[in-house]
């Protein structure tokens, strides 16, 4: 297609098929079967405009139609190739949180092609200079409230972890009096981070302050969740989730003021959608169950695409309810999480 496409005038009429043929090229060192089949589709559609992007001499119409020819000539071969080459690779992943091995990302760097993967983007975001990030092994229940998080720092308390959980602080192995001291601090700690408001966000060094605690959960922590954890690239995550549209309901009945998803990273902080009437927008409350459910869902989506499974559990307590009373969950997978 290369030879077919390039102007023996140094011209750069036949340009955009060069283009795509050395996209082509990259697609088929990468094994992508999915590029590949895109970029021969927008080679076609180029082809089939041909005649008025080129003119109508017979010489050009006949460098057209050999162009045609090369094109089904190297789609047949592309596609005989990877079939014997890699028999067992699918033609689209069916798994889609399921992040591709370091070295493909490496690889597709190199060459300039954005692997077929949803939560590339997400990776690439969170990657910011070693220099910014905390080598602290934070645990974090990153689960939106009123998805049993309450429940899940008891556990992670009784474990012998001391952890934060919206106003209360849950002592783990400390003493009585360590523990009051510590819930003065994480009041004042907390106080800053309800009223951070979203330009401040993204330029927020939490790292000065989060050392100081082993564990986090509720807000104003599954809030802020993308830019706490980027600088916390080894914290131990766990994402309690439960039915998307049943959380939005109870939600929105049980914290009518509670902020939606994201709100507080685009909207305001999280304190004023809780206290002030002019930011009832951005409360769950404010738009329909599900809208709300849909944020839910995106939110716990975007955790499993940042955070590499080794570091996740995510966890559902409401999944094996029995006749209203409180889930019995087997810890020996917390424990492991926190532990490793």
């Known amino acids: ?20 043929s050395r996209l082509l090229a990259k697609a088929f060192i990468l094994k992508d079967f999915f590029a590949l089949k895109i970029g021969f589709f927008n080679l ?5 405009l041909a005649p008025n992007m080129i003119g109508s001499s017979n010489q050009r119409r006949k460098k057209c139609i050999q162009l045609k020819i090369g094109s089904l000539v190297i789609l047949s071969l ?5 079939h014997i080459a890699v028999p067992s690779r699918p033609f689209l992943t069916t798994s889609f949180l399921r992040a591709p091995a370091a070295e493909e990302d490496t690889a597709a ?18 990657r910011i200079p070693a220099n910014s990030t905390s080598n602290h092994s934070l645990i974090i229940i990153a689960g939106e409230g009123t998805t049993g998080t309450h429940q899940l720092a008891d556990i992670v308390s009784s474990l012998g972890y001391p952890i934060v959980h919206y106003k209360m ?27 951070l408001p979203p330009d401040k966000t993204t330029t927020y060094d939490f790292r000065p302050m989060l050392e100081n605690y082993t564990a986090v959960s509720d807000s104003p922590i599954p809030n802020l969740f993308p830019y706490i954890y980027r600088q916390f690239p080894r914290a131990k995550v766990i994402l309690t989730m439960r039915e998307a549209l ?8 049980f914290m009518k003021n509670a902020p939606l998803p994201f709100s507080s990273l685009t909207a305001s902080s999280v304190r004023n959608t809780i206290s002030k009437i002019y930011y009832n927008q951005s409360r769950i409350s404010a738009v329909p169950a599900e809208t709300g459910s849909l944020m839910f869902s995106l939110h716990n989506a975007l955790i499993q695409c ?35």
């Open 1 to 20: 297609i290369i030879a077919f496409a390039k102007p023996k005038n140094g011209g750069n009429t036949f340009a955009p098929f060069l283009r795509e």
């Open 44 to 48: 076609f559609n180029m082809l089939e």
């Open 78 to 82: 592309c596609f005989g190739v990877l």
């Open 109 to 126: 760097e190199f060459i300039g092609i954005m692997p077929i993967d949803p939560c590339y983007q997400l990776r690439q975001w969170k």
């Open 169 to 195: 602080f849950y002592r783990g192995n400390l003493t009585e009096s360590q523990r009051m001291e510590r819930l003065k601090k994480w009041n004042r700690d907390r106080n800053i981070l309800m009223g």
């Open 246 to 253: 049943e959380w939005s309901r109870r939600r929105a009945s």
């Open 306 to 340: 940042m955070v590499p499974p080794s570091n996740l559990l995510v966890v559902n307590l409401f999944k094996d309810r029995i006749n209203g009373s409180k889930t019995h969950i087997n810890v020996e997978p917390l424990r492991e999480t926190v532990r490793a």
